[in-house]
């Protein structure tokens, strides 16, 4: 039997990122963009274990992006910790699932993790091709 058309759209093996580098605090679950697969866009979703309260630094991107949160109980919309979100510099805090658009541009982050008591599914995207953040000094990075 032939391979099918469709199998490149197919994710199995999700390849560890830059930006994973403790894997006690959180582990990744999924990871799409152009170097993972040709055309695709932006996402990811990573459960965070423990507090992460000094997370990614303000950056920016030149895409629109969603990040959000949802608990691992499907029957609560608790999340079982504190998440903090900056954007431009404003504080917001959610104890309960939710999900934040960023505009492209729109400065974001620290994204604080505070007080987990069990693990917390951490997603995002966007329509780009590729992840990367743009910080103040004008680099563009992926962590």
């Known amino acids: 039997m032939s391979e099918s058309k469709y199998e490149k759209y197919i ?14 605090v959180m582990t990744r679950g999924a990871w799409l963009d152009e170097t993972v697969c040709a055309g695709a866009p932006y996402y990811e979703a990573v459960w965070v274990k423990k507090d992460i309260p000094n997370g990614p630094g303000e950056h920016c991107h030149e895409f ?8 691992n109980d499907p029957d609560s919309d608790e999340l079982g910790c504190t998440v903090q979100v900056y954007i431009e510099g404003e504080l ?5 699932n939710f999900v934040v658009y960023v505009p492209a541009g729109t400065k974001h982050c620290p994204l604080n993790f505070l007080n987990v008591t069990r693990p917390v599914i951490n997603y995002s ?19």
Not at 11 to 24: A, C, G, N, S
Not at 64 to 71: H, I, N, R, S, Y
Not at 92 to 96: G, H, M, N
Request: aromatic share 14%.
């Open 64 to 71: 629109d992006e969603f990040l959000g949160c949802m608990g």
């Open 92 to 96: 917001f805090e959610f104890t309960k």
């Open 11 to 24: 994710v199995r093996d999700i390849k560890l990122q830059p930006q994973d580098v403790r894997p006690d």
């Open 125 to 143: 995207g966007g329509p780009n091709v590729e992840y990367l953040r743009k910080y103040a000094d004008g680099t563009y990075r992926v962590n």
